[in-house]
C-alpha cells in the first residue's frame, strides 16, 4: 500500500490568505514551509516528542537534511487546503515527512513536499536511527 | 565553468536573527526561500523585469513549479550569510534559479537550493520561453 | 454592553509553533499580526468583501492607519490560543478592529490589539465611511 | 533634543518585496515588526548583549510589553526603506524602543513604531532596570 493511500497521520487546514499569495494571487512557495512546519512540530508534540526536549530526554536529536516541493497546481488567495503529513521512506539515520496539500473544495492534489531528516549526536552528527524511534517511525509508517 | 564558478547575478548579506533559527538556535528550514523569494525578485525588479507587469507588458509570466533545498552545514542565530543568485539550466519551458548560502565569516557553503520556474500563457499554461526571454537568461547565464 | 462581552465576530484556534516563539519560549512580538491579518481577511471574505476588490466594487477601500498590542500574560511554545476579532469604535472615516488572544486552557486573556482602519478613495485619500460600510460596521459591532 | 534629532543607533535599509505588500502593493501591517526584531536583535547582539543569553549572565532579561505603529505614508512594492532604531523613554522598569522607517528615495518618514520592554527577573516578574544596564541605556539615549 503506498504511503498516499493511508490516512494521514495529522493535518491542519486553513485558507490562504493575503500574505501567502503574491500579486496575481499565486501561492508564494515558500508559504507550504511555515505550514508544514506547524503541522509536523504539533504532531510531535501530541506525540509526546517534543522536538526542543529531544536532545536532553534521549541524547540525539533530528536535523532537516533536506526539502523538496512540487507546485502541481495554481492555488490562490482564498482557496481552503488541508496539508497531510505522513511518514515516508526510512533509512540507516535518515527519514523522510511527506506533505501532501488538498484543495478542499475538490480534493485535487495541488502540492507535494518532502522533508528528510537526520538523527544526530548531541554535537550534530550522524546516528544510526535509534531503536526505539525507529519503532515510532514504522508504526507511524504503518498507521 | 560550472555555474558555482561563476560571481553570482545578484545576493543579500544578513545576520540570521531569532525569527530565523529555532529553540537550539538552528535554522528553519523554512528560512532560506523568502530569502531566496527576495533576492530573486529584486534582481528581476532591478533588470526592468518585475513579476506582477510580466503578464500585461509581454503577455506571458512565470510560476514556480518546484524547489529543493539541501541544508549542508548547521548555521545558528547571529551568523551572518551572503546568499547568491545564479541562473541555471534552462529547458524547453522550464529554467531554473539556484541560490547558494555562504557563512560569511568562514566562506563555507552551508545551503543550497533551486528554484524551478516555467514560462505560462496568461491563463497558466506552459509555454516554450519567449525568445527574448532566453536571451536574457542565457544572457544571466554567461554574466 | 462593552465589546468584549460581546460573542467575537470571528475567530481562530492555533497552536503556537517553534517559528513564532523565541529560544526563551517566548512570542515574537510580531506572532500575532500575522495571525489577525488572517483572522481579519478571512471574516471579511466570508462576509462577502474581498479586500482585493473593493476598490473595483465600491469605488472605496481601506488601509491601516495604526496597530496597538499588549502582551499581557508570557505564553509560549505549543500553548493554544483562540485569537477573537470584534468591532470597536466606528468614527468618521476611521474605525477599530479589536483582538483579544485566550489561552484556551484556562481561557485566560494573554494579549490584546487594535487595529485602526481608514475608508480611502481609489487615490488613497481618506473619505467618510460609506453609509452601506458604516450599517455593516455598525450590525457586526452589534452581533 | 528630541529623540528624532539624534543619529540612528542602528538601521538596516531593505526594498519590499511581494511577501511583505498585498495584491494593492500596500505595505501588510505585520511587515515591520519582523524587520524591527531583526534590527533590534541585531543591535543587542553587536553591543554584546544576546538577547537569549541574559538571564544566564546577568539573572535578568526583558520581555515585551507593548508595540504601537502607525502607518503614515503608503509604501508599495520595491521601495526601499530604512528602519532606524532610537532609545526612547527610560522609566522604573519599562524603556522603549523608538523605529522610523524612512522612504530612502526622498527621505520621508513613512512609518514609526514602539516597542516598549520590561526588565524582568528569571521567572518573569517586573524589575527594576538594572544599574548597569540602564547606564547602558542612556548611553544609547545620547549616543
Known amino acids: ?19 501567502e499569495t503574491d500579486p496575481a494571487g499565486i501561492l508564494y512557495y515558500g508559504t507550504w514551509f511555515r505550514r508544514m512546519e506547524s503541522v509536523l512540530s504539533e504532531f510531535m ?14 541524547g540525539w536529536w533530528m536535523v532537516t537534511r533536506a526539502t523538496e516541493c512540487e507546485y502541481l497546481i495554481a492555488v490562490g488567495l482564498f482557496d481552503e487546503i488541508r496539508l497531510e503529513l ?6 540507516t539515520s535518515a527519514f523522510v515527512f511527506e506533505f501532501r496539500m488538498i484543495r478542499v473544495a475538490d480534493g485535487v492534489l495541488v502540492g507535494r513536499a518532502s522533508v528528510t531528516d537526520v538523527t544526530v549526536s548531541p554535537d550534530g552528527h550522524p546516528v544510526r536511527i535509534p531503536v526505539e524511534f525507529r519503532e515510532r517511525l514504522e508504526e507511524w509508517a504503518r498507521r
Open 86 to 91: 505522513r511518514v515516508g521512506e526510512i533509512r
Open 1 to 19: 500500500m503506498s504511503s498516499e493511500e493511508r490516512p494521514a497521520l495529522h493535518s491542519h487546514t486553513f485558507r490562504l490568505s493575503y500574505g
Open 45 to 58: 508534540y501530541l506525540e509526546g516528542l517534543r522536538q526542543d526536549e529531544l536532545k536532553d530526554r534521549f
